[in-house]
């Protein structure tokens, strides 16, 4: 079983910029997606940005683009959400995750296998 911890959130004024971090308890062996959903108050989860395992491929849903920018660090089993120019309407609990299918899209949850407790990020104005 992997656990991952989520770090990072808190409470930034719009404009401001927030690093979130999520490490995986334990050393993984086969290649595996790296993704970040979130929640916000009343809302479904919604897909925030998705690495694959070499980072060869970064994906993002729109309202983020050219403002967010997910990384991996597969020898700390660690990846990094970097959110710049952050905006009222970012505020959310933000999870990440861990996806071993190769078939669905990262864009979906259904790819990901396991999920962390999620770190909430507050926008204000």
């Known amino acids: 079983q992997v656990q991952l911890v989520e770090s990072g959130g808190g409470v930034v004024q719009a404009g401001g910029s927030l690093r979130l971090s999520c490490t995986a308890s334990?050393?993984?062996?086969?290649?595996?997606?790296r993704g970040w959903f979130r929640q916000a108050p009343g809302k479904e989860r919604e897909f925030v940005a998705a690495?694959?395992?070499?980072?060869?491929?970064?994906f993002y849903t729109d309202s983020v683009k050219g403002r967010f920018t997910i990384s991996r660090d597969n020898a700390k089993s660690t990846v990094y959400l970097q959110m710049n120019s952050l905006k009222p309407e970012d505020t959310g609990v933000y999870y990440c995750?861990?996806?071993?299918?190769?078939?669905?899209?990262?864009?979906?949850?259904?790819?990901?296998?396991?999920w962390g407790q999620g770190t909430p990020v507050t926008v204000s104005s």
């Open positions: 995750a861990i996806g071993f299918q190769s078939r669905t899209p990262l864009m979906i949850s259904a790819a990901y296998e396991y």
């Open positions: 334990k050393l993984i062996s086969r290649p595996y997606a």
């Open positions: 690495v694959t395992w070499s980072s060869e491929n970064t």
